[in-house]
Structure formats: C-alpha cells, structure tokens
C-alpha cells in the first residue's frame, strides 16, 4: 500500500521558515522523482520543487527560487522542503507527490502518488 505521510507544516510570522517532510512507504522510494505541490484557498494547484531519484538534479519554482530548497533521504525514505524567508503568499496546502515516470516534470498530471497534504499558514 502506498502511502506518502506529510508533516512539519504550521503557522509562522513572514520571514521565518520551515521544514516540511514526506515519509514514503509502500514502493521503491530510490527509484522515484519526488516533489511538492501546493495549493492556496480559491486558487489552483501549483508546482513548487522536484527532485530526482538520487537527488542530482532539483528544479524549483521561480516563485520560491532562492528561498526553498528540496532535498531527499534515499535511507530514510523521506523527502523535505526547506522553507525559508517565508511570506504570506507562501501560505497553502503543501502536497508531496512521486512518480517513477515523471522525470522532474512541473505538471501535477505526471505524478500518480500524493499524500494528503500540510498546511502552511505564514502570517504577516
């Protein structure tokens, strides 16, 4: 059974940070592109970050670029999202998603596995 299990999320003051993690289980986690998504109350879906299966290549949005950092441990099965220099607009559900076909694609449509989602809520 797949299971994909976020947690970390939380309330913090705008300029703060937090890590946000994904504890994978039910597949073969090394093999699989990993990432997060998130989404806003009343907007759509929107890719934040991927990271290949050994962590060689990330590709982040241009809206976090320079403030969040994805980043994997194959051993522990995990996946992260550090979070720094957080603004209001960062607040959202934050989803992990993993394919083992999506090759650090951007679109949610490439990826078949998605946890249940954290809230980020950041205040100003």
């Known amino acids: 059974q797949v299971q994909l299990v976020e947690s970390g999320g939380g309330l913090v003051q705008a300029g703060g940070s937090l890590r946000v993690s994904c504890a994978a289980s039910g597949f073969t986690f090394s093999t699989y592109t990993m990432g997060w998504f998130r989404q806003a109350p009343g907007k759509e879906r929107e890719f934040v970050a991927t990271?290949?299966?050994?962590?060689?290549?990330?590709y982040t949005a241009e809206s976090v670029k320079g403030r969040f950092t994805i980043s994997r441990d194959n051993a522990k099965n995990t996946v992260y999202l550090q979070m720094n220099n957080l603004r209001p607009e960062d607040t959202a559900v934050y989803y992990c998603?993993?394919?083992?076909?999506?090759?650090?694609?951007?679109?949610?449509?490439?990826?078949?596995?998605w946890g249940q989602g954290t809230q980020v809520t950041v205040s100003s």
């Open positions: 990271i290949n299966w050994s962590g060689a290549r990330t």
């Open positions: 998603v993993g394919d083992r076909w999506a090759t650090n694609s951007i679109q949610s449509r490439s990826y078949g596995y």
